[in-house]
């Protein structure tokens, strides 16, 4: 009777103790599966917040760098139009391409030709169905003193980009204001969106030109650019 009784105590024991160590560690295998399981849960929905799709639609801006390849354009007192036209048209896509609403496009990006007669500049901007298109130039003339900015459209719809553009970079330029004027260039007359032709300044003005050949000068004018067509298409 009485070893029973023992061997029923020491099972007893045996039980209780075995409970007591299970019990200790069965939570701390539980946690870690829970935070195994948040883990989880928060890679789940960093990559449903990734996957969200943007259905925004952006504005297509063409800049036409004037010129380029066989024709330099106007010959300035140190360089050329087409020159300048295309690292001015640069600058303005570099800034473009931050802006989530706007989708860049250039007519040319090298010193290649683009011929007229075939009308490959408004074609391309027609093309892709452009909701803006920005045709880049500098101005010549006989007497170096002369000295302005100058803005041309043809349509009656482009008729208040050019202002807005012109405001922009005129104020920015600090060149003479020779103002806005309608004109029937061939890059203004077949494209089917808002154009603008702009003639920053005369380069064969050699304090001006010298002013627009700098780095400086060009993203300032670039920056105004950029400002004009979001007063435009997004303000
Ligand atoms: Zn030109």
Known sequence: MKK???LLLLLLFIGLLYFTLTDKLEPDTSNKADTTNNKADTTNNKTDTTNTPSNEEKYKVVIDPGHGGEDPGAIGASGYEKDFTLSLAKKISILLQDEPKLEVHMTREEDVFLSAETRERTNYANNI???VFISLHANTFTDPSVSGTESFY???NSKRLANIIHRHVSETTGFRNRGVKKENFFVLKDTTMPAVLLEIGYITNPEDEQKMLTDD???????SIKSGIKEFLID
Do not use: I, M
């Open 154 to 156: 043809y349509h009656k």
């Open 4 to 6: 029973w009784l023992r």
């Open 217 to 223: 000068f060009q993203q300032s004018v670039a920056e």
């Open 129 to 131: 169905d452009a909701d």
